[in-house]
Nanobody
């Protein structure tokens, strides 16, 4: 079973930055798409950013220009660089990866204070 380990969450003030990391281990297949989702209290989980095996990226309109997703295939790791953070970015952020199946991380809390 593929295991995902997330790190980098925390508490920052508005305008600050955080970098999330997610390491996937145990995959016996090539990892295709990797992405980050988030879920705020009382809200549905939403896509934040995704990146394909060919490094094509997609971003939610609310984060475009502020967040950057990247991946290191040699390390089976996906990153999310978050700049100019806003209070509305506060949520639990979940890593998602897929090979022949889909796997989810446990989530890491990001809190942005005003």
């Amino acid at each position: 079973q593929v295991q995902l380990v997330e790190s980098g969450g925390g508490l920052v003030q508005a305008g600050g930055s955080l970098r999330l990391s997610c390491v996937a281990s145990g995959s016996r297949f090539m990892i295709n798409v990797m992405g980050w989702y988030r879920q705020a209290p009382g809200k549905h989980r939403e896509l934040v950013a995704s990146i394909s095996s060919g490094s094509s990226t997609d971003y939610a309109a609310s984060v475009k220009g502020r967040f950057t997703i990247s991946r290191d295939n040699a390390k089976n790791t996906v990153y999310l660089q978050m700049n100019s953070l806003k209070p509305e970015d506060t949520a639990v952020y979940y890593c998602k990866v897929g090979d022949v199946r889909t796997y989810w991380g446990q989530g890491t809390q990001v809190t942005v204070s005003s």
